[in-house]
Structures are given as structure tokens and as C-alpha cells.
């Protein structure tokens, strides 16, 4: 069975100040439960931004998002992997954990390291980390924030192939071990294809779905 929640979309319009015609309009998107889905498009399409309202991080628009049938102001919120790490410099690995959640005991921080490889680095200073462990990081604090639904946006941005191919596995690991909902946007078509169950494909302006 499924652990992740299913999500359910419709957006009537999400506009900038100062635009002249609106990112998304008359938007729908029905996510299953326990599914991995890619928003695929070139930048600037909407991802991001659709990734934001998903989160409740951007509420300023028009329509409804529901999580397991809950309003995104009710439904726990969703772990978020942004385009750069954006670890916290004065915290180690640990603690920028545990930022997601203060109670969160060090032992479970440190275990939560380890789901993403990186238990032997539970002391290291953002600096001392690479790009692809900043990364990892910034996944397992995701994943404390919550396991069951994770918005990536663009996770594998900036990474060689190499990193990406571990980035791949490690997904593909957790995907295989607690099924969470996913939902991440890239402008790969190799990247999306490879881990997700459904690619969305966004065109056009406003965005639209032009490949379910």
C-alpha cells in the first residue's frame, strides 16, 4: 500500500504583479498516492512556482490544493529539496537536520544521515561538504520535515553526471523503501524519465499540460 499522500490541483490563475498574462490558469493535476511525477519543461514554464504553492510557501493565487483531501493549510507540510542546498553555514550536517525539526533527538538526525549516506559526516560544517553531499543534506532534512510527500525542485541542477547517477540510486532506494509521494520538476527529459511513474510536460503561457 501506498504511504504517500495523493494530492489533487486546480489552480484558476496564478499571476505575477505587473504581468500580462498569468503563469498557470484553468490548471488541473491529480497526483496518486505513493507516485513519482516529473513537471518537465523548459525554465520559467512554472515549475518552481507550482512546487511553491504546492508547499504553501506562495499562497497568492486563485483555486484550491488539497492533500489527501485536506487544504494545503491543513495537511502536514511537505519536505521541500530547493535548487541549491541552502544549508544553514553556522550548523553541521546534525543540526541542519534537527532545524527542520527541533525536537527531532540527535540519534534520530544522525539516522536520517544515514538513510542518505552520510552517517559518517554527522559532524561536518556545510563547507567541508561537496555539492552532491550539500545535496544530500539538504534531502535528509527534507525528509525529516516529511517522508511521505517530497517536492525536489530541480535536485540534479549543477551536479555532474556522476553525482547525478548516485543522486538517481538514492531516490530510487528510498522510493523502493518508504513509497513517498514525489513530485519534482526538471528541465531533463533523461532525469525525468528515469525516476518518474508520469511525466508532466508545461508549455505555453499560461502553462498548460501538453504531455499527461
Same mark, same amino acid.
Given at each position: 500500500?501506498?504511504?504517500?499522500?495523493?494530492?489533487?490541483?486546480?489552480?484558476?490563475?496564478?499571476?505575477?504583479? *505587473?504581468? !500580462?498574462?498569468?503563469?498557470?490558469?484553468?490548471?488541473? =493535476?491529480?497526483?496518486?498516492?505513493?507516485?513519482?511525477?516529473?513537471?518537465?519543461?523548459?525554465?520559467?514554464?512554472?515549475?518552481?512556482?507550482?512546487?511553491?504553492?504546492?508547499?504553501?510557501?506562495?499562497?497568492?493565487?486563485? *483555486?484550491?490544493?488539497?492533500?489527501?483531501?485536506?487544504?494545503?493549510?491543513?495537511?502536514?507540510?511537505?519536505? %521541500?529539496? %530547493?535548487?541549491?542546498?541552502? =544549508?544553514?553555514?553556522?550548523?553541521?550536517?546534525?543540526?541542519?537536520?534537527?532545524?527542520?525539526?527541533?525536537?527531532?533527538?540527535?540519534?534520530?538526525?544522525?539516522?536520517?544521515?544515514?538513510?542518505?549516506?552520510?552517517?559518517?559526516?554527522?559532524?561536518?560544517?556545510?563547507?567541508?561538504?561537496?555539492? *552532491?553531499?550539500?545535496?544530500?543534506?539538504?534531502?535528509?532534512?527534507?525528509?525529516?520535515?516529511?517522508?511521505?510527500?517530497?517536492?525536489? !525542485?530541480?535536485? %540534479?541542477?549543477?551536479? !555532474?553526471?556522476?553525482?547525478?547517477?548516485? =543522486?538517481?540510486? =538514492?531516490?530510487?532506494? #528510498?522510493?523502493?523503501?518508504?513509497?513517498?509521494?514525489?513530485?519534482?520538476?526538471?528541465?531533463?527529459?533523461? !532525469?525525468?524519465?528515469?525516476?518518474?511513474?508520469?511525466?508532466?510536460? #508545461?508549455?505555453?503561457?499560461?502553462?498548460?499540460?501538453?504531455?499527461?
Amino acid at each position: 500500500m501506498a504511504s504517500g499522500p495523493g494530492l489533487s490541483i486546480a489552480i484558476t490563475e496564478k499571476r505575477f504583479p *505587473g504581468s !500580462d498574462a498569468p503563469l498557470l490558469a484553468d490548471f488541473a =493535476l491529480t497526483i496518486a498516492p505513493g507516485s513519482v511525477t516529473a513537471l518537465h519543461g523548459p525554465s520559467g514554464i512554472g515549475k518552481s512556482t507550482l512546487l511553491r504553492l504546492i508547499s504553501g510557501i506562495d499562497r497568492d493565487f486563485i *483555486g484550491s490544493i488539497t492533500i489527501d483531501g485536506r487544504p494545503i493549510e491543513e495537511a502536514p507540510k511537505p519536505g %521541500f529539496v %530547493f535548487q541549491d542546498a541552502r =544549508l544553514l553555514p553556522w550548523l553541521t550536517a546534525t543540526d541542519n537536520i534537527r532545524a527542520a525539526d527541533p525536537a527531532m533527538s540527535r540519534e534520530t538526525a544522525i539516522a536520517t544521515l544515514a538513510s542518505v549516506g552520510l552517517a559518517d559526516h554527522a559532524n561536518a560544517w556545510p563547507r567541508q561538504l561537496s555539492g *552532491g553531499m550539500q545535496r544530500r543534506v539538504a534531502l535528509a532534512r527534507a525528509l525529516a520535515t516529511n517522508p511521505g510527500l517530497l517536492l525536489l !525542485d530541480e535536485p %540534479f541542477t549543477s551536479l !555532474d553526471r556522476d553525482l547525478v547517477d548516485d =543522486l538517481h540510486q =538514492l531516490l530510487s532506494n #528510498l522510493i523502493a523503501t518508504i513509497r513517498p509521494t514525489i513530485i519534482f520538476a526538471s528541465h531533463n527529459a533523461e !532525469d525525468a524519465a528515469r525516476l518518474a511513474d508520469r511525466v508532466i510536460t #508545461l508549455a505555453g503561457r499560461p502553462a498548460k499540460i501538453v504531455a499527461p
